[in-house]
């Protein structure tokens, strides 16, 4: 006899963990089980800081779902191979069967492997995955390498080059764009971050194109560069985007959209009645445009895992999906960088105008504290009704907060003036000074644009 769970998660990440603790914090009777593959998990936003400030050391980045344990959740370490969606059935590779109420499919997503590059499979050719024993092993192995390259300057490449460099290895970034982070951040930002970057020991070629990589031995030995440079190379990372985990879920019959995400709608359910998805595996929506995008952040999965944790059972929080807004946050050579939402760069391409203005403060007031960073908003609004559609900052540790005002003031639809009212706590100590709040002073720039120039 099958042992039926009224919810079954396949996955073991950020998404799975926040989707369990969500329906057992607010269904306490229903019995849930997460299948994960692999025992140990890990942070996956801490991975790069295992090279360097965990001091190599992975057990120090480690993460699992004992949240979810703690409120009654089962877990079985084992992979999810077969669904019938028919008679409702999770088949396992050890062969055991489990019938579900309700199917998640938490399954992520993997580091794209370039197939199209020559040499791709050469050994001491790797990739960030987000897999505990892979990333102990490869943090052990890049202690004994000199000569490393990584491929691809989104914020990835750059945190995990930013990281090895500091450590005695020759790094080398390269990236197609004339920028690293150009997916992330405007061209203003993307110059700014390009440039921190450039200040540490990593060095970095942008607007270069690999070609192949070169082996003696089935060992990488070189990267052959498209205008025929070649760089010595003991080892090379790709970073060059992730992809979902969908095969499964193609399998088991669920609608893919474009991108080979499973489609789903506001509340996570898919296609088929009574299998949901969340997080890098599924679909994820444009704010503004409403259409589908590849947008895959911690930030995301999480928001989309408690969205479909309290709706499994049947809709209880209305509409409360807000679209993809990307809000993201990275710390190069001690310049914290954020955004959120929209920028010039993805705003021109859904064909949305906007208009920008920016303002910048020291964090702290007076200016004269000892621990002071100069912190910089740049706020997008819509000329149209004047509200908030996207944000940047960058300066010191605040920012990790200060955007997330920004990603709260776009979710809202918050207008700029609505903020000239905005009232900010403000410390000496802790923040801004209230007379040069970097959010109200950009969004009174933005006021003067619309209703007074
Ligand atoms: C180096 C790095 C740094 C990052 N930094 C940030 C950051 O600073 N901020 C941010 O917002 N985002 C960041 N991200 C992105 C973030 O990590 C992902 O968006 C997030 O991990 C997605 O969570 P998930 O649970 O959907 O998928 P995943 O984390 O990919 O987890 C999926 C899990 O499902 C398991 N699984 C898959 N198939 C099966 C199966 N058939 N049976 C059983 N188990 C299965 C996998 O083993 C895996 O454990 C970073 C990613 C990386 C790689």
């Given at each position: 006899m099958m042992k039926t769970y009224d919810v079954i998660i396949i996955g073991g990440g950020p998404a799975a963990i926040v989707t369990g603790v969500t329906v057992k914090k607010f269904f306490k009777d229903k019995s849930v089980l997460m299948i994960k593959e692999e025992a140990d998990g890990l942070v996956p936003c801490g991975i790069p800081y295992i090279f360097h400030l965990l001091g190599n050391d992975a057990e120090k980045n480690k993460m699992g779902p004992k949240p979810f344990i703690d409120l009654g959740g089962e877990v079985l370490v084992d992979t999810?191979?077969?669904?019938?969606k028919d008679k409702k059935e999770v088949t396992l590779k050890s062969g055991v069967q489990f019938v579900y109420e309700k199917l998640v499919f938490a399954t992520g997503s993997h580091p794209t492997v370039?197939?199209?590059?020559?040499?791709?499979?050469?050994?001491?050719?790797f990739y960030i995955k987000k897999s505990y024993p892979y990333i102990r092993e490869l943090a052990l192995k890049?202690?004994?390498?000199k000569n490393i390259v990584i491929v691809g300057g989104g914020f990835i490449g750059a945190e995990v080059a930013e990281q090895l460099a500091a450590s005695d290895a020759n790094v080398t970034l390269i990236e197609s764009?004339?920028?690293?982070f150009s997916k992330a951040f405007s061209p203003e930002l993307s110059a700014i971050a390009t440039d921190a970057l450039s200040n540490t020991r990593v060095n970095i070629m942008t607007s270069t194109l690999v070609k192949e990589i070169l082996g003696e031995n089935n060992m990488v030995k070189q990267v052959l560069l498209a205008d025929g440079k070649k760089i010595d190379a003991d080892a090379v990372i790709f970073s060059i985007g992730y992809t979902a985990n969908t095969q499964l879920a193609k399998e088991t019959g669920l609608e893919l959209n474009r991108y080979g995400d499973i489609h789903v709608d506001n509340?996570?359910?898919?296609?088929?009645?009574?299998i949901s998805a969340c997080g890098d595996c599924a679909q994820a929506f444009g704010f503004l445009t409403g259409r589908s995008n590849v947008i895959k952040l911690a930030s995301t999965a999480t928001a989309e895992a408690r969205t479909l944790g309290h709706n499994?059972?049947?809709?209880?929080?209305?509409?409360c999906a807000a679209g993809t807004l990307g809000v993201f946050s990275t710390e190069i050579n001690n310049l914290a960088m954020a955004a959120a939402g929209a920028n010039e760069n993805s705003a021109q391409e859904a064909g949305v105008s906007l208009l920008s203005a920016k303002f910048s403060s020291p964090?702290?007031?007076?200016?004269?504290?000892?621990?002071v960073s100069s912190l910089t908003v740049k706020l997008y609004a819509s000329?149209?009704?004047?509200?908030?559609?996207g944000g940047e900052a960058w300066g010191g540790k605040s920012v990790g907060e200060i955007i997330n005002i920004i990603s709260m003031a776009i979710q809202k639809s918050i207008t700029v003036f609505e903020l000239v009212s905005y009232q900010v706590g403000t410390h000496p100590l802790l923040t801004s000074s209230p007379v040069n709040n970097p959010i109200i002073r950009a969004a009174e720039e933005l006021v003067y644009q619309i209703s007074y120039s």
């Open positions: 999810a191979v077969k669904v019938d370039p197939d199209f590059i020559p040499g791709y499979e050469l050994q001491n050719v890049m202690s004994g390498f764009e004339p920028l690293c509340y996570g359910r898919s296609t088929i009645r009574d499994i059972f049947g809709v209880r929080i209305k509409k964090d702290r007031h007076p200016g004269s504290l000892s621990d000329p149209v009704d004047g509200s908030i559609i």
